[in-house]
C-alpha cells in the first residue's frame, strides 16, 4: 500500500493526510520516495527546476530513475515540500554503493534507464497536446450506449414517469498526466485534464493574458501559470472578469500556488483553483475546484 503520512502547513497550521505517489519502474514495479516522518514540511518560496526532481532507487531490480519531489498544495495556497530522508534524497550515495558492489560496470546501464524514467522526449508534449485538440469525437457513441441500458422485455416499453431513470452516473476513467518539466508540458497536462473534465474542443484563447497561457473551450476559459512566484489577487479578478466578457466559466491552474489574498478572491468569485505538480497532476486547493473535481462532476 502507498505511504500516507499526515502533514502540518507551516503557514495555517492545518493538517491533511498526504499519500505519497507510485511511479513505474523499467522492471514493472513500484517506486516511492522515502518521506522523513521526524522532519516537517517547508513553504516553497522559489522554484527550480534542478531542485523539482530526486533520484529514487528501485528496491526490486536496484535501477535509479528520476521522478518529481513530493510536494502538496494547501488551501491556504502554499505549496509544500516534503521532507526526504537521505537515503531517497541522496541518489549520488546509492549510486556509489551500487557501484561498489557490481564492480563498476553498471554506470552505463543505470544511465540509461535514468534517461529512460526521465519522461516523455520533447516531441511527445507537442503531440499530447495537438491530441488533446483535434481528437473530440472519441467514444461518443459508445457513452451513448452505455446510457441508453439494457433493453427490456416490456413490448410497450417502462411507463413514462417523468423522472430520470435510477442509474447511476458512468463513472470517469482515472486520469493520466504527463510529466511536467517546461512551460509546454503544463499546458499539456492542462489541456488533458480539461479533456478529462469532458472539454473536447480545447484550443488557444483568442484574447492572451499578459502573463501565463490561456485556453478555451465551449463555455470555459482556463488559465495556465508555469512562473515560479504565486498567483496574485490581480492574476485571479483578470482572469474573471475575462470570462464574464465572454460570458464563460473559469479555472485556474498554477505551478506555484496562490497568494492568501488570491485565494480569498477567488473564493469570493467561485473561481476552481488548482495547483499543477511535476507528475502533471491537478491538485484541487479550494472548494469551487474540488466541486469540479469530484467524480460525479
Same mark, same amino acid.
Given at each position: ?58 528496491? &526490486?531490480? =536496484? ?20 521532507? %526526504? ?16 558492489? +557490481? ?48 433493453? !427490456? ?17 458512468? &463513472? ?37 493574458? !499578459? &502573463?501565463?497561457? =490561456? ?25 474573471? %472578469? ?8 473559469? /479555472? ?6 496562490? !497568494? ?10 467561485? /473561481? ?8 502533471? !497532476? ?10 469540479? +473535481?469530484?467524480?460525479?462532476?
Amino acid at each position: 500500500m502507498p505511504e500516507s503520512v499526515p502533514v502540518r502547513c507551516p503557514a495555517c497550521r492545518r493538517e491533511r493526510l498526504y499519500t505519497v505517489p507510485r511511479y513505474p519502474c523499467a522492471c514493472g514495479a513500484p517506486v516511492a520516495a522515502r518521506l522523513d516522518p521526524r522532519a516537517a514540511p517547508k513553504a516553497v518560496a522559489h522554484r527550480t527546476w534542478e531542485e523539482e526532481w530526486i533520484t529514487v532507487r528501485c528496491r &526490486s531490480c =536496484g535501477r535509479h530513475g528520476q521522478w518529481p519531489r513530493p510536494e502538496i498544495g494547501c488551501a491556504c495556497g502554499a505549496v509544500l515540500r516534503l521532507p %526526504l530522508t537521505d537515503r531517497a534524497a541522496d541518489g549520488a550515495a546509492d549510486r556509489a554503493a551500487d557501484g561498489a558492489a +557490481d564492480g563498476g560496470g553498471g554506470g552505463a546501464g543505470e544511465a540509461g534507464t535514468a534517461a529512460g524514467l526521465a519522461g516523455p522526449p520533447p516531441g511527445a508534449a507537442e503531440t499530447a497536446s495537438e491530441t488533446a485538440t483535434e481528437t473530440e469525437a472519441g467514444g461518443t457513441g459508445t457513452e451513448a450506449g452505455e446510457r441508453a441500458g439494457p433493453p !427490456t422485455d416490456d413490448p410497450e416499453g417502462p411507463a413514462d414517469t417523468g423522472q430520470p431513470p435510477d442509474t447511476p452516473p458512468p &463513472s470517469r476513467a482515472p486520469f493520466r498526466p504527463i510529466a511536467v518539466r517546461t512551460a509546454r508540458d503544463a499546458v499539456t497536462a492542462t489541456a488533458l485534464y480539461l479533456r478529462w473534465l469532458g472539454h473536447q474542443d480545447i484550443r488557444r484563447a483568442d484574447q492572451r493574458p !499578459t &502573463s501565463g497561457i =490561456g485556453l478555451a473551450a465551449r463555455g470555459l476559459l482556463a488559465h495556465v501559470d508555469p512562473s515560479v512566484h504565486p498567483a496574485s489577487l490581480r492574476d485571479v479578478e483578470c482572469l474573471w %472578469l475575462t470570462a464574464m466578457t465572454a460570458s464563460a466559466d473559469c /479555472v485556474y491552474f498554477s505551478l506555484a500556488g496562490y !497568494t492568501a489574498d488570491a485565494r480569498a478572491r477567488a473564493d469570493s468569485l467561485a /473561481v476552481p483553483l488548482f495547483v499543477l505538480d511535476l507528475t502533471g !497532476t491537478p491538485r484541487p486547493v479550494n472548494a469551487a475546484a474540488e466541486r469540479l +473535481d469530484a467524480p460525479g462532476a
